[in-house]
Structures are given as structure tokens and as C-alpha cells.
């Protein structure tokens, strides 16, 4: 039986839970048939390799952060055929994120609404689940960490929270994203305003050269910004990750507005939503960055890919990469395949 086809039988089923519990049934269940060899009927893409940010890439197709924030499932993500993947967001310290509920489907556009809040078990524990996935053990690909603040953590501390996480994370990953663009912890987005644009990726660019020679590894760091941003903001952004020799940029997280949903049940939730109403709006922060930023940098483009077509208009916007996550919910596992099979050179 394809994966296109056995997503398809349980998919009801799925979507007959609450959203946050079908994706653990779902992650655990994956585990649970990785351990036992069950995940060899996915398809695995011909090779593809892209070089990005000094890195080999398998294929340019990757999971998004978000999907594994505690880096509990890594393997048996690895076996969908990514050419990467991206774990976290992981904050210094263990935290709940927000009330449940906090997430909601809404079918009928292709969407996802949430608002978890940077839920984890914290760095200690995100890393000793890296060192232990087989993944990181075989080298068997590219692995991305994902770092945040806590809730906590007032804002003018958040440059803290990510210096303490770099240094954790940084021997164990192929590159590391600084997220500061989700809108589900508190003033976390005003970190893309210029002046603490400046002050933040100075910081982390000291760090990184510290670490590197510490370490005698250079690992890339990827900053992800928001969509919800205006030609002026992408200016600013651009030429800070210049100025500060970033090595990447991740465009984009989820979406505040609610134009594409409003109407919908659920369509009023707060939080972040992803899915296809994002498509666009980061379309559009991916075409800004391109012509701000040339080949200087690389982007990867993540949000609201449902296809391989969808993968290719990424590609034409600009983007090296590009990341799936609410699609995964959507269309299941064959999208990582379709997307690999129509971005082949």
C-alpha cells in the first residue's frame, strides 16, 4: 500500500481528534512503525544534492520547525525522504507553552491556527534527544536546530536566552535558526525592529565565532522572520543579515492576519496561521529578500506548500530550499516526495 494511499484511509480518522492530539498520535504511531521497519514503504527521492550555506543538502526539500519541538521523533522523520530536517523551537528552560486548546484546522482552507507558545522540555533535554536519534549518530543528514526565548524571559533579556541556547545546541547541529518571528510569545517579534535586529545578531554572530573556534567547526546560523512584514521592514532585515554576515535567512513563519479565514469556524482564534493563506505573504517576503539580498545569501522558503507545484513557486521566488509542515497535515507524507520529484534538476 503507498503512503499516499494509507495517509489517505486515515486522515477521517485523524481529523476526528482535537488537532494537538492527532499530531502526537501521529508522530508516535510513526516512531512506532520506524522502530519496527514499517517505514521502508515510503518513497525515498533520487539524489538531489544542493549546496546551501556551505552544506550538503541531500535534496532541497525539509520539515519545518515546529513539527518536532523536542527532537522526540527525529528518525522516524528522517525516513519520510527530507533532504533535511528542523527541530524545536527550544527555549533555555522546560515551559508548558499556552492553554489547550491551541491549535484548529480549518479544511476548508487548507489551514492550520496555533498558538502553542514554544511548548518544550527544554534545551538540556532537546539536546540529549539529538545526541540519541540515530540521525545525528550516522551522520545521516542535515539537522537543523531551532532556538527561542522563554515566555518569561522580558524581552530586553531575549538576546540571553539565545546566547545560552547557542552555546548548547552548537556542537550538535548542521545549522542553527534563531526564531524570532512567531507571534505566539509575547513582543518576540519586536526583535525584527532594526535597532534590536542590530543588537541581537551582532551577538550571536560574537558567539558563533567563539564557539567555532572552540568547537573547530563552523556552523551557519538562519535567522526566521515573519510574513506580516511591509518593502521597508525587508529592507532593514536585508541589510542587517548583510551587515552581520548571516549565514541564512527563513521566510517565513505564520501569518497574524486573517483575511483568507475570517468567515471560517476557528477562523478567529489567535495565534499564527499556516497553511495555504500563507502562501503569498511569504511568496511575496521571499521576492523582497531575493532582490535585497541577490546571491549574497541563501533564503529557504517555508509556508503554505500543498504541492509540488507549490515547492517550484518557491524555487521561482527566489528561495534555495524550501520547508513543509501544514501540508504534511493536509496531504500527508507522499508531499515530501512530490515535492522532491518537481523540484529534480
Known amino acids: 500500500m503507498s503512503a499516499k494511499l494509507l495517509y489517505s484511509l486515515a486522515r477521517p480518522a485523524l481529523f476526528s481528534f482535537d488537532a494537538e492530539e492527532a499530531h502526537h498520535l501521529t508522530l508516535s504511531g510513526m516512531k512506532r512503525a520506524h522502530s519496527l521497519g514499517l517505514t521502508n514503504i515510503f518513497c525515498k527521492p533520487k539524489a538531489d544534492p544542493r549546496q546551501v550555506m556551505g552544506l550538503n543538502f541531500a535534496n532541497p526539500v525539509g520539515l519545518a520547525a515546529g513539527l518536532d519541538k523536542d ?17 524545536g523551537t527550544v527555549t533555555p528552560r522546560a515551559q508548558p507553552g499556552n492553554p489547550k486548546p491551541r491549535m484548529f484546522r480549518l479544511p476548508q482552507a487548507q489551514a492550520i491556527i496555533n498558538r502553542m507558545g514554544f511548548n518544550n522540555g527544554g534545551v538540556d533535554a532537546f539536546v540529549a534527544n539529538v545526541q540519541a ?59 525584527q525592529g532594526a535597532s534590536e535586529l542590530d543588537a541581537l545578531l551582532s551577538q550571536l554572530k560574537e558567539a558563533q565565532s567563539r564557539l567555532a573556534d572552540t568547537h573547530k567547526r563552523y556552523v551557519p546560523i538562519a535567522l526566521k522572520i515573519a510574513p506580516d512584514i511591509d518593502g521597508e521592514q525587508i529592507k532593514e532585515i536585508a541589510g542587517a543579515l548583510l551587515r552581520h554576515k548571516i549565514d541564512g535567512v527563513i521566510a517565513t513563519n505564520t501569518t497574524i492576519t486573517r483575511d483568507a479565514v475570517k468567515d471560517m469556524q476557528h477562523g478567529e482564534e489567535a495565534g499564527g496561521l499556516s497553511g495555504a493563506p500563507v502562501f503569498e505573504l511569504s511568496n511575496a517576503v521571499v521576492r523582497g529578500l531575493k532582490a535585497e539580498l541577490g546571491n549574497a545569501l541563501p533564503i529557504i522558503g517555508v509556508g503554505g506548500i500543498l504541492s509540488g507545484a507549490d515547492a517550484q513557486a518557491k524555487i521561482d521566488a527566489g528561495a534555495a530550499l524550501v520547508q513543509l509542515y501544514s501540508g504534511l497535515i493536509y496531504r500527508g507524507p507522499a508531499l515530501v516526495s512530490e515535492c522532491t520529484v518537481a523540484l529534480h534538476k
Open 133 to 191: 536519534s540515530k540521525f545525528y549518530q550516522n551522520k545521516e543528514g542535515i539537522i537543523g536546530l531551532n532556538i527561542g526565548k522563554n515566555a518569561d524571559t522580558p524581552i530586553e533579556r531575549a538576546v540571553d536566552d539565545y546566547l545560552l541556547c547557542l552555546d548548547k545546541v552548537y556542537p550538535y547541529a548542521s545549522y542553527v535558526t534563531v526564531n524570532i518571528s512567531s507571534p505566539n510569545t509575547k513582543n518576540l517579534r519586536q526583535l
Open 71 to 87: 527532537g522526540t521523533y527525529i528518525d522516524a522523520l528522517a525516513a519520510l525522504g527530507f533532504g533535511f530536517i528542523e527541530i
